[in-house]
């Protein structure tokens, strides 16, 4: 299991990943998609540190509580978008330094 504090304090004064807005609400919001179990998470535990999305309040509520009875299509489009801003703030992470890959060259 993957625990970095400094990968979820690389969100702390950032804009929302998903939105955009940068309101002070911005967490490092760990994934909660369809296949969240497969990347560590369960019964009181959060999948790894990698698997998170810089998002606000209101976005990371849209991510992890709002609306139920959602189709299956729709589950997989919500999860898919959670997805898609992980990788958004992977990126993040390695701009930032806080993430290091080595040989990696800047273009």
Not at 32 to 54: E, F, I
Not at 68 to 87: A, R, W
Request: aromatic content about 6%.
């Amino acid at each position: 299991m993957i625990r970095s504090k400094p990968l979820l304090d690389g969100a702390k004064d950032q804009a929302c990943v998903n939105c955009g807005v940068r309101d002070g609400t911005v967490v490092a919001a760990h994934y909660t998609g369809l296949r969240s179990n497969l990347l560590g998470k369960g019964t009181g535990h959060k999948p790894h540190d990698l698997c998170v999305a810089d998002l606000c309040s209101h976005c990371h509520y849209h991510f992890d509580v709002a609306g139920g009875g959602y189709t299956f299509e729709q589950k997989i489009d919500k999860s898919e978008q959670f997805l898609f801003n992980v990788i958004k703030t992977l990126m993040r992470r390695v701009d930032q330094g806080v993430i290091k890959i080595e040989g990696m060259k800047d273009e």
